[in-house]
């Protein structure tokens, strides 16, 4: 298994790549998502890959299910660790999700957005979902693994009812992680420890690690907290 630690690169071409020059590819992963993506384009994710690291593609593919499968499938030329899916795309949807991946021997880990982690229960009625939140991202990562896909995206709030009811194989992807405590625009979050004891596969840190003034001190900092637990 990688490193449980996800960096994400909410920056610019010429900065992403500034900084991950700095990164060690055996002590964290990359995120792409869609404001470096926008800008990069595939190329971005190609340079990255060079430099040795695992990119997760974090664009959250929400469409028709033909759109979303060919969206995956274009993917796969770009030889990425991991991708995502909204999981309130439907069961249609997610399984056309996962048709590209069948029979491939070296296939990203597919793993479904349930709940965004700067949501929270008022802004799910604002949206006219009725069941609590804890509820609604519990019944959109039964149906992602139900329809094949490896795990998904959830805060750490989510991650020890998660694990009693979909198991240990079952892949959790944790964003809103805050080292300080600081919310920023997170309404769920989670400090690393937390986040790892609780049972997170991964843990996706974004501003703490990108401006730092020492970005690979504070990731190693980060894992030798996380060694630490029993």
């Not at 759109?67 to 309130?88: E, K, P």
């Not at 080292?179 to 609780?198: C, L």
């Amino acid at each position: 298994m990688s490193s449980p630690l996800i960096i994400a690169l909410d920056l610019n071409n010429k900065e992403a790549l500034k900084l991950a020059k700095k990164l060690d590819s055996k002590d964290c992963n990359l995120k792409v998502g869609s404001q470096l993506f926008t800008s990069g384009g595939p190329e971005i994710v190609l340079k990255l890959k060079d430099l040795g690291f695992n990119i997760f593609l974090d664009l959250k593919f929400h469409d028709i299910p033909n759109t979303v499968n060919q969206a995956v499938r274009s993917c796969l030329d770009l030889g990425i660790w991991m991708l995502n899916v909204h999981a309130s795309g439907g069961a249609e949807m997610l399984r056309a999700s996962t048709l590209p991946l069948k029979d491939k021997k070296q296939k990203p880990i597919l793993i479904g957005v349930s709940v965004l982690t700067s949501l929270d229960e008022a802004s799910l009625k604002e949206v006219g979902i009725k069941k609590n939140l804890k509820n609604q991202v519990i019944s959109l990562s039964k149906l992602c693994q139900k329809n094949g896909l490896d795990g998904v995206v959830c805060s750490a709030k989510e991650i020890k009812p998660l694990r009693r009811e979909l198991g240990n194989e079952f892949i959790l992807v944790t964003p809103g992680i805050r080292k300080n405590q600081s919310a920023d625009d997170q309404k769920r979050f989670a400090t690393p420890v937390t986040a790892i004891e609780s049972g997170a596969d991964y843990i996706v840190l974004g501003r703490e690690v990108i401006f730092s003034k020492d970005p690979s001190l504070e990731i190693k900092e980060i894992l030798e907290d996380i060694s630490k637990i029993n």
